[in-house]
């Protein structure tokens, strides 16, 4: 009898457990499906227990190694195509300011020179010697200093006792011209080798460029120390073999330089005794 009962009471204790499990089971169940989390966290708690033989794991990533190598390269070579770039810019613009300094330099240079050219020739203030035999030619001589080389010396087909006429007479206005040969005329005003000459209007025939040589270079020492003035230089034996009279007839003065172009330029005699109009004025044109 008690061996029948307590079989009784093992079925009966092993049903309610039966039925106590199903319940507890599909109670998780039925919260699982409300919130996934708790089924998630259900099923970590039933592997835990034994219950549940899969585990379903979620792939891992691979280390993103290549591409932050990879990105680690196009930011290398960017910044060696920028470096690049920037000493390319550098170059060119250190290459730009030696042209722009050399272009600097020779203009000073070719300005120096002009400077110098023109200190060598003439200035605003000249010295003007006029001088020639008694019945020979008229030189011209216009220096920069007393003791200078001439600068600019012509002589004149009028003879100087007619020009010495003319001054007596009254103002006199001298114009020498040459010839424009084109825009290639390169050379300067006081360097033109053959003239036209006109005396206060009159045409008197052609004047022409000369070089310093000795005996105009003698008659300018011996007028050296004069700074205004005329007079007459006596000559020596050989000159008056050669001309009827070896006496140099000369007019010494200051003159004032006046360049209009490149094409024009103008002397005028400074005499302080006059009324303020140059007594004799010399004008260089290139026609």
Not at 16 to 42: C, G, H, I, R, Y
Not at 50 to 56: Q, S
């Amino acid at each position: 009898m008690k061996t029948i009962m307590a079989k009784s009471f093992q079925d009966l204790s092993s049903r309610k457990q039966f039925n106590w499990t199903t319940k507890v089971s599909n109670e998780e169940q039925e919260v699982a499906e409300e919130d996934p989390s708790l089924k998630a966290s259900s099923n970590t708690n039933n592997t835990e227990d034994g219950k549940t033989d899969h585990i379903k794991l979620s792939p891992l990533k691979p280390p993103e190694v290549s591409t932050t190598k990879s990105s680690s390269l196009n930011t290398i070579h960017e910044d060696k195509k920028l470096i690049q770039e920037s000493e390319t810019a550098a170059s060119a613009s250190a290459s730009t300011r030696r042209k722009a300094v050399a272009k600097l330099k020779s203009v000073l240079t070719s300005l120096g020179r002009n400077r110098g050219n023109f200190q060598q020739g003439l200035g605003t203030k000249v010295v003007g010697t006029l001088f020639g035999h008694k019945r020979g030619h008229v030189y011209f001589a216009f220096q920069k200093d007393p003791n200078s080389q001439p600068a600019f010396l012509v002589e004149l087909a009028t003879p100087i006792n007619e020009l010495v006429r003319e001054m007596a007479s009254g103002l006199v206005r001298i114009a020498l011209e040459c010839d424009k040969e084109g825009e290639k005329k390169s050379t300067r005003l006081i360097d033109e080798p053959l003239w036209r000459t006109y005396c206060n209007g009159k045409k008197s025939g052609f004047a022409t460029t000369k070089e310093c040589g000795p005996k105009e270079l003698q008659i300018l020492k011996a007028v050296e120390p004069i700074s205004m003035g005329a007079g007459v230089l006596p000559g020596n034996a050989e000159e008056s073999a050669e001309c009827d009279s070896g006496d140099v007839m000369y007019m010494r003065a200051k003159f004032e330089r006046v360049v209009g172009s490149r094409n024009s330029e103008a002397f005028y005699m400074m005499n302080p005794d006059s009324d303020g109009a140059a007594e004799l004025s010399i004008y260089l044109l290139r026609v």
